[in-house]
């Protein structure tokens, strides 16, 4: 099944308790000017107004993350995506204290955007604790599906880096499932110490803090694109 349209229904929370005065304020202030248009084709032209390289996080929580890693890569454009409107309010937060030029925002569904990006365009793309659907029955609704990571593949350029974080062992198993299926993708490991330490780039997620506090395996992979197309 190759359809990316299987998930387009997105099943987590998009608001939990209203927002605070001060959080509906930053939402209203800065949202507008960081959002990614709501539709046409996207580059980074349009996004950041010159040429550069781009990146993708896919639910980025409350955005610790993705404000890492944009601070410390000032010269990649970096298009982060969460429908969780708390979690925007953790990304403003990111791109105001650290002072971020490089980060636009789409409050709502991935797939929306990769669909608008032209192929081969992102160098970097994260995807760390999707939600993990774990009932088999349910399977359909994870973004690690041939859909959505096949339409992931077509955007990436070849020689960029995905990287996907869990701590679910019913996730993890269907993760290695889904990559083994996908010629796009070449996982990068030569041992163990590869998926089971955490690079020192790849700064942890709430998710992760939250699984090593429950005493969980956190799994962290890394994939580069290769040269195939299909
Ligand atoms: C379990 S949380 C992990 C958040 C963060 N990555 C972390 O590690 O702390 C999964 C997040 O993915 C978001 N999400 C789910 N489906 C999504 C989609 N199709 N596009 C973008 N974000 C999505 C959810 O709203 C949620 O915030």
Redesign the pocket.
Known sequence: MNDPLT?RR?????QGHPLRAQQAALVEETLPALSVPDQGPLDAEMLFGRDMPLAI??????G??MGWQAANAPEMGFIG????LD?MVGALMQVRDRNLSNVRL?L????EVLERLPDATLDRA???????WPKARHAKRR?MNPG?IGLLARKMKPGGEFRF?TDHPVYVRWAMMVMAGVPQFEWLVEGPKDFLVRPDDWPE??????ARAKGHEVWYMKYRRTDANS
Do not use: Q, S, V
């Not at 996080?57 to 409350?62: C, L, P, Q, R, Y």
């Not at 709502?108 to 797939?111: E, K, M, Q, R, Y």
């Not at 994260?126 to 993990?132: F, G, R, S, Y």
């Open positions: 998930i997105l099943y987590g929370r998009r996080e896919i639910g980025f929580g409350k610790e993350h995506c969460e429908p969780f979690g789409h709502g569904d991935a797939l994260w995807l760390l604790h999707p939600d993990p973004f959505p974080g997620t709430r998710y992760e803090a939250k």
